[in-house]
């Protein structure tokens, strides 16, 4: 994937095989400092949730995202290298808590520009409706504490999530924040977002 800076991306992937990759609940915080660490300097996250055998990230690149390093022989934009750091750094770590050895994570990190400010306010409210569609949680949203929704409607107050930035770059009403977050997503128009 090639990145651009002030653009909007859906970055997401999953276990190797579909296996589960957050294995108890510190594994979910240890990943939340590893995107703070690693992407929060180069991009802004507008979105995630983070559920059992995958992660969702919707971020807006900085400049500095795009600048282009040398990994090995090849040149790689600095986003795309801190991905596979983190990713690369978090599965060591699992690796050695579980006596696990190969690829925790799919090969290719997928990232899917989102092109419209509709696109992105849907993609949002679809990463954020993941654990309730997939069973996660029984009858709210709010029941799923790995996800940015709790920021969003004010039960919580992380900083991991610019969700400034995103009403920012969408127009977006915080008010209709709540109204809309449990529109149904249309699930069969995923092409939008992978």
Known sequence: MNFEADQV???YNRGNQRQT??????HYFLFLKKIRKDLLPIC???AWCLMPNHFHL???VKQSGCSKRLS????IQELSYRIGIMLSS?????NKQKSFSGSLFQK???AKQLDSSEDVIRCMHYIHQNPLVAGLTHRTIEEWKYSSFLDYCGIRKGTLCNSEKLFTVTGYERDSFLEHSYNVIDRSVTDLFY
Request: aromatic residues 14%.
């Open 58 to 60: 919707m971020i807006c």
């Open 44 to 46: 802004d996250v507008l």
């Open 9 to 11: 991306y859906h970055v």
């Open 90 to 94: 978090y599965t060591s770590i699992i």
């Open 72 to 75: 090995g022989s090849n040149e």
């Open 108 to 110: 290719k990190t997928k």
């Open 21 to 26: 990759i957050f294995f108890e609940e510190q």
